[in-house]
């Protein structure tokens, strides 16, 4: 999973991303950089640890996760994608996930900010970037049409014309009902407008405790399906202590968990994900499907020729696995279920896939 933090200059997009990935990017005049701040981190899951303990693999692999910290966004960053080089707006493409950092405390002159009003204009210019880009292939589109009219073609015409449609009157791509179909042909684009977009409300430490409130004000923002509130100071500090230290400290200000965890879950649930496992005395190791994948798609994900030759999977429960001490507790209790190609796998399975190529 690849997630691209945005902002306005200074709302302290790159505190947040010290403190999830745990480094030491200069924070402070980056708003004019290039190159962007990339960081790899491994999800947090209990329960990969948990199975680790009890099968002492050779290797233990977490499920990953990149962070990609650009430039900060200004008016006029929408028509400039392709100028802005590899720290631009172009950068965002690929990632799944986009965050929003928002500034919740004065600005240096101690005046009063507008999160509402930032969010604004950092969507209108995600918005711009995607109608230029849709103004670029309805003028190829047009040539191409007048030469040869297919189908393909002529849906893709009348997408890209709501497109600009919903973009010119103030909307996003996201707002637009697609079938299957037609997110097909969108897809290439990788609008980034139409992106998943987590809201994070950077607030003053002194407010720590009033976030609920805080939020209020953010609800209604449009294209926005996941708010939370943090002090990106005090979690990059948290970060840079030990595990039994930062507990203290998250526990003095009353925070139940620290930023990477929240977002990690939200992240999650914006795209439907969630995790199945393999364990062995080779590797324990957590794998990431989306939700409603049968067990050939899963098996898909460790290898293509898992899924080509698949007959059927073993599975149990993690807990089970946990409970009855490995695969042979879960098969002497009579917990391990043979599954075929329609089981639609459930978060925190334990499978172990028997195929034939």
């Known amino acids: ?29 980056y708003a004019s950089a290039k190159a962007p701040n990339r960081g790899i981190i491994k999800v947090p899951d209990r329960r990969v640890a948990l199975l680790s303990e009890l099968f002492q693999p050779k290797k233990t692999t977490y499920a990953t996760i990149e962070y990609l910290d650009i430039a900060g966004i200004t008016e006029g960053s929408g028509k400039q994608e392709g100028q802005q080089g590899e720290g631009g707006l172009s ?16 600005d240096m002159a101690g005046a009063s900010v507008s999160p509402e009003s930032d969010y604004e204009t950092v969507m209108i210019e995600l918005a711009l970037a995607d109608l230029e880009i849709v103004e670029r292939r ?3 589109l047009s040539k191409e049409l007048r030469l040869k009219k297919t189908p393909e073609y002529a849906r893709e015409n009348e997408l890209l014309e709501q497109c600009k449609s919903v973009i010119e009157s103030g909307g996003a791509i996201r707002d637009i009902a697609l079938t299957g179909e037609d997110e097909k042909l969108l897809r290439g684009y990788r609008f980034l407008s139409q992106k998943p977009c987590m809201t994070v409300l950077n607030i003053p430490e002194e407010t720590l405790g009033h976030e609920s409130e805080l939020l209020k004000t953010l609800e209604a923002l449009p294209g ?3 708010t939370m509130a943090l002090c990106a100071k005090v979690e990059m500090e948290i970060a840079r202590l030990d595990e039994a230290d930062a507990a203290v400290f998250l526990e003095d200000l009353g925070i139940t968990e620290p930023a990477l965890t929240r977002m990690v879950i939200t992240s999650y649930r914006l795209l439907n994900l969630i995790s199945f496992f393999t364990v062995g005395d080779d590797e324990v ?16 994900k460790i290898h293509s020729d898992l899924e080509r030759g698949f007959i059927r999977a073993e599975v149990a429960g993690w807990q089970e696995i946990l409970d009855a001490d490995g695969w042979t507790g879960v098969k002497d209790k009579g917990l391990l279920r043979l599954e075929g190609k329609q089981y639609t796998v459930q978060d925190g399975d334990v499978m172990n896939i028997r195929f034939n190529v």
Request: without cysteine.
């Open 1 to 29: 999973m690849q997630i691209g933090l945005i902002g306005l200059p200074s709302a302290g997009k790159t505190t947040l991303f010290n403190a999830l990935v745990k480094t030491n990017a200069e924070t402070g005049g």
């Open 138 to 140: 309805l003028t190829r």
């Open 224 to 226: 926005s399906t996941e």
């Open 91 to 106: 950068a965002l493409r690929q990632m799944d996930v986009l965050v929003h950092v928002l500034r919740g405390f004065p």
């Open 285 to 300: 190791r957590a794998w990431t499907i989306t939700k409603g994948d049968t067990a050939p798609e899963a098996a898909g």
